[in-house]
């Protein structure tokens, strides 16, 4: 199995940029497809984005598209999500997932198998 370990969050003014970090342990991160979630307090956790094992095919959220990038370094064990132009309604915590399963939506979040412990964000207006 592989740990997942969050990093980069914090609070940035609306217009600003993040990126954050996941390091995976344990199993080699190439054998995962990735993905990013997050949730806002009284909400469920909502698919941010997501990548394939060898970054081959991405998806993002609508709500994401254009201001977030997802990126991996299978060498590294490291996975990467950029954002940019944020809104207040970005505020939530960011989870990092990971699942063995390739193939399929990349949104569904009951098909990942692992989660990091997750890092906060907090966009102020």
């Known amino acids: 199995q592989v740990q997942l370990v969050e990093s980069g969050g914090g609070l940035v003014q609306a217009g600003g940029s993040l990126r954050l970090s996941c390091a995976a342990s344990g199993r080699t991160l190439s054998s995962y497809a990735m993905g990013w979630f997050r949730q806002a307090p009284g909400k469920e956790r909502q698919f941010v984005a997501g990548i394939t094992r060898n970054g081959g095919t991405i998806d993002y959220a609508m709500s994401v598209k254009g201001r977030f990038t997802i990126s991996r370094d299978n060498a590294n064990n490291m996975g990467f999500l950029q954002m940019d132009s944020l809104k207040p309604e970005d505020t939530a915590v960011y989870y990092c997932?990971?699942?063995?399963?390739?193939?399929?939506?990349?949104?569904?979040?009951?098909?990942?198998?692992?989660w990091g412990q997750g890092t906060q964000v907090t966009v102020s207006s």
């Open positions: 997932a990971a699942r063995v399963y390739e193939f399929g939506a990349l949104s569904r979040r009951y098909e990942y198998n692992y």
